[in-house]
DNA sequence: ATTTCGAAAATGGTCTGACCACTAATCGAA
DNA sequence: TTCGATTAGTGGTCAGACCATTTTCGAAAT
């Protein structure tokens, strides 16, 4: 490494990483370097390459395949997030902090859509009831509508949080429900239906 | 390691390292055994004990001394956040989305604060007038006072990716006028500033 | 010419042992 | 007792080896 300043070869090569994904405008899916090449390139021990690899997939960025490669990742919840949260979880602890947010990711979406006069519910109603995770596919639908990526990464995130310690349970019924107050536009009986769901668990 | 599964063994690492800190119930600033301990206690080499070190490293939740030793650190989430904001600012594209969640995550607050008659406004009052980020330090202390960690894990996450792309020009009047408005229960009007705050931006 | 199958190459997973750099404890001399 | 150098302990890094899995590719069979 040209390792100029006191900064740990592994935290160089994050850099250097990173630097090669956005130079070659690398997406989810695609391979980066095999470790071996990484090595020479960046001229480093592969030891430090593996260490700042193992790092970036632990935050979920990365996906690494034996015998395969280095791929960055397409989101999938419940991977390594799972090991991230017994961690992390050690300090948000209480796992109404952790549905709280999901909730309120939730009902920001809800009202955003509500609020806007051209959406169009019909891409939600489809389809849905063939979903063996109801809730999750809904919201991800409308997180979808609603069009904000970030938004949805983050709900996408958290939720995959929840699932690792909270096994739930959908209630099939409700949601025709809160399908059913959707459609009618009875939106603030659509929020507070929403808001029932969570009131259970969240205490 | 007890490689029973096809887990790596860094991820066994992981898992064993957790369980040791609940054990032996170690607190922010205590010491972990030396790699070398570790490696023979946990009968894995040396090579993956650090891989293991270095990701839990990344996501900031210990602390590494040259020549000293491991220790376990307060979660700083901030930590990882520029590496981070990196990968995932390839798919947030517009900038406007990233002030829109940020936009989003401050008013979910407001609203949850507003709508709590316990409230106590006077935990945000004070000093205030001395920051050199007028904005950022008020809503530090806003979720602080709603009191979900993880929202203000997200909120400081978002705002650090934020700062990597937008630096921003803030205008200590407007912030005295939402201050004012708090202080006078008019919540809605106070809304509507804060929402004024960005509308210039957003576009 | 096409298909099939097995050897070879590429790649990640893991381990060993070495050496350096830094820190703190130790011990001896003033 | 105090100060300073030695030493032991610890993280930082490297080179090289071997295994397990996947892909590649050419030779043999059809």
Redesign the pocket.
């Known amino acids: 490494?040209t390792?100029q300043s006191k900064m740990?070869?592994?935290q160089e090569v994050l850099n250097q990483i990173r630097q090669f994904i956005e130079e070659q405008e690398l997406k989810d899916g695609d391979r980066?370097p095999?470790?071996?090449?990484l090595s020479e390139q960046l001229n480093?021990?592969?030891?430090?390459i593996?260490e700042a690899l193992r790092a970036i997939e632990l935050l979920g960025l990365i996906e690494?395949?034996?015998?395969?490669?280095?791929f960055l990742r397409t989101y999938k919840p419940y991977h390594s997030v799972e090991l991230l949260s017994t961690f992390v979880l050690r300090e948000v602890k209480t796992k109404g902090e952790l549905l709280e947010v999901k909730f309120l990711l939730e009902q920001v979406c809800l009202n955003q859509l509500f609020a806007d006069e051209q959406w169009d519910y019909s891409q939600v109603e489809d389809i849905l009831f063939e979903s063996n995770d109801i809730h999750t596919d809904l919201f991800l639908r409308l997180f979808e509508a609603y069009g904000n990526r970030l938004l949805l990464k983050i709900w996408h995130l958290v939720t995959g949080f929840v699932e690792t310690v909270d096994p739930k349970e959908v209630n099939q019924v409700q949601y025709e429900e809160l399908l059913k107050l959707i459609s009618q536009r009875q939106y603030n009986q659509a929020l507070d239906h929403h808001a029932s769901l969570y009131e259970k668990q969240c205490s």
């Not at 095999?34 to 090449?37: D, V």
């Not at 480093?44 to 430090?48: F, G």
């Open positions: 490494m390792n740990k070869v592994y980066l095999s470790e071996r090449e480093a021990s592969r030891a430090s593996r690494t395949r034996h015998g395969e490669g280095t």
